[in-house]
């Protein structure tokens, strides 16, 4: 069954093209419980970084890894959607296909992860050490 707030409608211009795929992101938002978790880990880690003040190249590779997870979040959920059109009933060669999509966000999760604690890790060891001397110095 289609979605109801999908339309077959092909897009007619660039702006139909960008309307196609905001609707996409948030449907993936809106079904996949895991896009949550990652839209929270995006706002939280592009927040730290302004609060920290990380430089450009920190930034890039940054935004980056924030990407890659979203790329993969948004390839499981079409790989998903395909294979349920495609198979309806259960399968092992359909579970493989969701098993593997589902693999790739865990690893740029990960992958993520880590670049998240090796960017804002030690700025924010840094400030937490700067808060704890000062407190002691009361």
């Given amino acids: 069954m289609i979605p109801p707030v999908f339309s077959p409608i092909r897009a007619r211009n660039r702006i139909?093209?960008?309307?196609?795929?905001?609707?996409?992101?948030w449907y993936a938002i809106r079904t996949q419980q895991n896009a949550w978790i990652h839209a929270l880990a995006s706002v939280a880690a592009i927040i730290v970084g302004l609060w920290v003040g990380i430089r450009p190249l920190e930034w890039a590779a940054l935004i980056l890894a924030i990407s890659i997870v979203w790329v993969a979040e948004f390839f499981n959920t079409a790989i998903e959607s395909v294979v349920d059109l495609a198979s309806p009933e259960i399968h092992p060669i359909a579970g493989i296909a969701k098993d593997v999509a589902a693999a790739a966000v865990l690893v740029g999760a990960g992958g993520a992860a880590i670049i998240g604690l090796l960017i804002l890790g030690p700025p924010?060891?840094?400030?937490?050490?700067?808060?704890l001397a000062r407190l002691v110095n009361r």
């Fill in 124 to 131: 924010l060891l840094q400030r937490g050490l700067m808060l």
């Fill in 16 to 25: 139909d093209s960008f309307r196609h795929a905001i609707r996409g992101w």
